[in-house]
């Protein structure tokens, strides 16, 4: 018979090797069934066979709607203008305001934290251990404390590592945690815990990839940007360039809508019925929880003002006026069961049960919008591995007299060098239909983020921002990259935004702040192939292949990327 130590020794043994065959599995559904085949009869005669538990108690909750006595529904209804006098849900225009800096948006999540009456609810794929990380589930904490209810939702795949805190934080009275879609093996790192997972990968794959924060179903935040240091611009090694959107109004109850469907579904589990190992007593827990959050230092808001000229949220709240703008917004949310599971999940169904396509409903309402496009169509995207539906939607609008650009990451600033590969393969065609193409650039910036107030200096800037602007009124953000991945697997929220203002102010700011920091590709006039060029100290430069890469990284990579199904990139 095995032991614990026996087990925790075999799987120190295989994880170097596993992580290999987990980047594989994740993203290539009939590898995933061979490596089951060969993996799970050892691993299940070891380990036995990993299982979620049958008969999960959950109690169902909903948004509230009686927070008019709330200091923060008081100013929700005061920051919206032109509604003279009446509450924001009597009208259909919400009121928004772009997040560009890492430092503001992270203040924005603390400050509603701080403020809030009644409820704080909280959805996302990654809650990291980090000083950003505990800082947030302190204040997640101290708001119960004051009597507010907290209800947070963390996709499983990433929180494995986290259950301490969790377990901490949940074991507060006021306080609910539950877990998306959890993984049936729980002990063990993320390698260990998808290759004991492998015998259900239909399942696994369907990751909630959602952000949202929402206090007192009065304010909302939605856009890219996970809970963890290089969100926010606090990372040395490197920082993603993202874009949040706060949100007052009645676009604030359709995103508490779609919180709730997730937080009652049969894929959120409470975080007691799926925790490992031994568990402390709650006493126990939250004494365990405030020696991990103790010694913190406290969050010292910003002073500075963003790139585009608006002050700290705090401040605002505090002076009881933030600095919205009006828009009417329409909340998009892929459905959080697609049943069967199945590598080609994430057909979107309507009300009515009738399917819309393949891709969610997020993927499917930009698709629509760039459609629409006469003048021009902007797309931000860290990662970009275009469908034939997107390609046709692209050039749809190219064919209409729209201008196209697409700016995502280059090789070296990208955290996924398979993904990149997938969208490489669609330079060529995407030029070809006349689209200008963008590929952020790694240094010869101070800064890491859209505005040079950030955090940070110093650290590689990776884009992580998921945008697109048309014809200067319309926009989106959320948390849906324009990849496959996006598109069929995972579940995403967004917003559409009709804003003229709000959409001219992110296009310049695309073309302002990120585009010269970004490689232009274009194909070679002469020589074939690409070539990369940039502009330095009033010079221009070209490159010819891609830019701070050997040919054992490329070869690498490329081979890799020929065997991925790009459903899974």
Not at 248 to 260: E, K, Q, T
Not at 480 to 498: F, P, Q, Y
């Amino acid at each position: 018979m095995n032991t614990p130590k026996s087990i925790a020794a075999l799987r120190a043994a295989w994880e170097p090797l596993a992580c290999r065959f987990c980047i594989l599995a994740l993203h290539h559904a009939v590898l995933a069934r061979a490596l089951c085949a060969a993996a799970m009869l050892v691993v299940s005669l070891l380990a036995g066979c990993a299982a979620l538990p049958d008969n999960v108690h959950r109690v169902a909750s909903q948004a509230r709607t009686d927070v008019g006595d709330s200091a923060l529904a008081r100013i929700a209804a005061a920051s919206l203008p032109g509604l003279d006098g009446a509450m924001p849900e009597a009208t259909d225009v919400s009121g928004v305001r772009l997040l560009p800096g890492g430092d503001q948006a992270f203040d924005a999540r603390i400050a509603l934290a701080q403020a809030a009456l009644h409820t704080v609810d909280a959805q996302y794929y990654v809650v990291a251990g980090d000083t950003s990380g505990r800082q947030f589930l302190r204040e997640l904490r101290d708001a119960a404390r004051r009597g507010v209810r907290v209800r947070l939702l963390v996709d499983d795949l990433y929180a494995g590592g986290d259950d301490e805190m969790l377990a901490g934080l949940a074991a507060h009275a006021n306080v609910e945690v539950r877990v998306f879609n959890p993984l049936p093996a729980r002990g063990g790192g993320l390698r260990t815990r998808v290759l004991l997972s492998l015998h259900e990968i239909g399942r696994v794959n369907r990751r909630m990839h959602n952000k949202l924060f929402i206090a007192d179903n009065s304010f909302a935040i939605t856009g890219g940007r996970n809970i963890a240091d290089e969100y926010f611009g606090r990372s040395k090694p490197a920082n993603f360039i993202d874009m949040d959107a706060l949100l007052a109004g009645p676009a604030v109850r359709a995103l508490s809508a779609s919180f709730d469907a997730f937080w009652n579904g049969p894929l959120s589990y409470p975080f007691e019925a799926i925790a490992a190992g031994q568990r402390p007593t709650p006493a126990h827990a939250r004494e365990r929880f405030a020696e991990l959050v103790r010694d913190l230092a406290r969050f010292v808001p910003p002073d500075e003002r963003d790139v585009l000229g608006r002050g700290p949220v705090g401040a605002q709240l505090a002076q009881g006026l933030v600095e919205l703008v009006p828009a009417k917004v329409r909340v998009v949310a892929d459905a959080m069961v697609q049943a069967p599971f199945a590598s080609d999940a994430g057909a979107d169904v309507g009300e009515a049960g009738e399917p819309r396509g393949r891709e969610g409903a997020v993927m499917a309402a930009n698709l629509d919008l760039f459609k629409t496009a006469r003048s021009e169509v902007l797309v931000v995207s860290p990662y970009f591995v275009p469908m034939p539906r997107m390609i046709e939607a692209l050039a749809h609008a190219s064919r209409e007299g729209a201008s196209v650009s697409v700016m995502t990451n280059s090789l070296a600033t990208t955290d996924e060098p398979l993904v990149h590969y997938g969208y490489a393969r669609y330079r060529s065609a995407l030029l070809q239909m006349g689209a200008a193409l963008y590929e952020l650039m790694p240094a010869g910036e101070s800064h890491p983020a859209w505005s040079d107030t950030d955090s940070g200096r110093g650290s590689l800037g990776r884009l992580h921002a998921k945008l697109a602007v048309v014809d200067r009124r319309w926009f989106y953000v959320g948390s849906m990259n324009m990849d496959r991945r996006s598109a069929h697997c995972n579940t995403e929220l967004g917003l559409i935004v009709d804003s003229p203002a709000l959409a001219g102010e992110l296009a310049d700011l695309i073309r302002r702040v990120r585009m010269p920091a970004s490689f232009t590709v274009s194909e070679a006039p002469q020589r074939g192939g690409l070539q990369w060029s940039f502009l330095r100290e009033g010079r221009r430069w070209v490159l010819h292949r891609e830019p701070e890469s050997n040919w054992a990284q490329r070869l690498r990579w490329s081979v890799l990327s020929l065997v991925v199904d790009e459903d899974f990139l």
